[in-house]
C-alpha cells in the first residue's frame, strides 16, 4: 500500500501562489508516475498536472505557464507550484501515484486539499 498526504491547501487572492506537497509512505516501489488532480464543485476530477519517473512532466491547458509540478525523491514528496491563481482554479487537489506493470495497474489518491481563489 501507498499512503500520500496533501498539504498546503487554502484561501489566497486572485493573483496569489500556492504550494501544494504530497508525501508518500509505504510501499513507494515502481511508481510510474506521479500527478495532481483536482475537483470543482458539480465537475468531474480532472489532471492538472503529471510528472513521469523518467521526469517527463504535462500540463492542463488551464495551467500552463502558471503551474509547475516537480518531485523530491529523497524525501518521497511531490509538489504543485501555483502561481497567478485565477478563481477558476478553486478546487478539492487530489495527490496520485501510479503504479503500471504489464499485468496490473495501481491507482493511489491523497485524501484532498482545499484551494480557494477569491476574486
Known amino acids: 500500500q501507498v499512503q500520500l498526504v496533501e498539504s498546503g491547501g487554502g484561501l489566497v487572492q486572485a493573483g496569489g501562489s500556492l504550494r501544494l506537497s504530497c508525501a508518500a509512505s509505504?510501499?513507494?516501489?515502481?511508481?510510474?508516475?506521479m500527478g495532481w488532480y483536482r475537483q470543482a464543485p458539480g465537475k468531474q476530477r480532472e489532471l492538472v498536472a503529471q510528472i513521469t519517473s523518467g521526469g517527463t512532466t504535462n500540463y492542463a491547458d488551464s495551467v500552463k505557464d502558471r503551474f509547475t509540478i516537480s518531485r523530491d525523491n529523497a524525501k518521497n514528496t511531490v509538489y504543485l507550484q501555483m502561481n497567478s491563481l485565477k478563481p477558476e482554479d478553486t478546487a478539492v487537489y487530489y495527490c496520485n501515484f501510479r503504479r503500471s506493470t504489464s499485468a496490473y495497474t495501481q491507482t493511489y489518491w491523497g485524501q484532498g486539499t482545499q484551494v480557494t481563489v477569491s476574486s
Open positions: 509505504g510501499s513507494i516501489f515502481s511508481i510510474n508516475a
